[in-house]
């Protein structure tokens, strides 16, 4: 098959692309919020739910190819659609991102408002407590009116660890395990596409081999819970090359149970849905140069599985998305950080 790459990029890393980017760091730049140029006005009424899949690409894992399925045949629109069936219009089903960089491209019949003070919208997601697998949150507003997000359109979400990550209270303990502990803007990594499906242990565990531009290599493994191919059958290339921010690893072994600690705020999948910090504030969002924005609103949210970790026997950190609301048609008022 022919080479290609998704090469992700957006307006927080400078470059050209329309998927996830490296994050900047909101501690550099100036010294006050950036103002966009002056823009018509919105409609800031509709329905609370997504009402539109525009792309959807997961990245390798034990639930790509089944959270939604893939039959044979299916394309990228088919995908959507079947993704838009799932998590649209409060349907509340289940997709996953699989590992690093798998994303996914929603949005809405409204711009969602930016209300000051408040948080704006929630991400859904299946986390529970020992259980969080943090995708990072990027924001567009559809400056020109065209009905897509442009290159220079997004934005991404700083969270917590995009902060200060030393000040997560499992840092430490994360630390002494051995695990990654920094945060990687600029982080890119390649999957290659399996010759075969494996049949021996060893193929197993030698299934999809991935580099990235630390240096670094591996495999994600297959287990014993799911038999389907983990590359996404619709892409067409032999390798998958993804980029964007690599969040510390977060998953501490206790006993022959792995927990996956949660972020303290601003990613998805990451804590309870029920919990405030499943809730976003628009005005965490910044630019490539780490200042924030001030946008009046969004119309696209993309979300992207933001760790690279393979935790033992339950396999790879994977964000699962059950849907995205605005707050303010649901008359839900979160007061902000």
């Not at 997601?125 to 990027?138: C, D, L, R």
């Not at 290659?192 to 060893?202: A, G, H, I």
């Not at 705020?265 to 005005?283: K, L, P, Q």
């Not at 200042?291 to 760790?307: M, N, Q, R, W």
Request: contains cysteine; negative net charge.
């Amino acid at each position: 098959m022919p080479l290609m790459a998704l090469a992700f990029a957006c307006a927080s890393c400078g470059e050209k692309g329309s998927g996830p980017g490296p994050d900047p760091d909101p501690g550099e730049g100036g010294d006050g919020d950036v103002e966009l140029p002056s823009t018509p006005s919105y409609n800031f009424q509709g329905e609370a739910y997504i009402t539109k899949v525009l792309d959807f690409m997961p990245a390798p894992g034990q639930f790509t190819n089944t959270l939604p399925a893939y039959a044979e045949g299916d394309d990228q629109e088919a995908m959507n659609q079947k993704v838009l069936n799932a998590i649209g219009n409060n349907k509340r089903g289940m997709i996953s991102l699989g590992g690093f960089g798998g994303y996914v491209i929603v949005g809405f019949d409204h711009t969602i408002e930016n209300k000051a003070g408040l948080r704006d919208f929630r991400v859904l997601g299946n986390a529970y407590k020992n259980s969080s697998e943090p995708g990072v949150i990027m924001v567009a507003l559809d400056r020109n009116q065209n009905g897509q997000p442009d290159d220079d359109e997004w934005y991404e979400i700083a969270g917590s660890a995009h902060q200060k990550a030393f000040q997560e209270s499992w840092y430490a303990a994360a630390r002494e395990n051995g695990n990654d502990v920094d945060i990687h803007r600029n982080y890119e990594i390649t999957y290659f596409r399996p010759s075969q499906e494996p049949t021996t242990q060893e193929e197993k565990e030698t299934y999809i081999r991935w580099e990235d531009n630390l240096g670094q290599a591996g495999y994600l493994p297959k287990n014993a819970y799911h038999s389907q191919p983990y590359f996404p059958q619709w892409f067409e290339g032999d390798r998958m090359t993804i980029k964007g921010t690599c969040l510390p690893q977060n998953s501490i072994p206790n006993g022959a149970i792995f927990e996956l600690q949660a972020f303290t705020y601003g990613y998805a999948d990451n804590v309870a849905n029920t919990d405030v910090e499943a809730s976003i504030d628009i005005d965490w969002a910044v630019d490539a140069s780490g200042e924030k924005v001030s946008l009046p609103g969004i119309d696209f949210v993309k979300i992207y599985t933001a760790v690279n970790q393979v935790n033992g026997w339950i396999g790879e950190c994977s964000s699962e998305i059950t849907g995205v609301e605005d707050l303010h048609m649901l008359k839900e008022k979160i007061p902000t950080r």
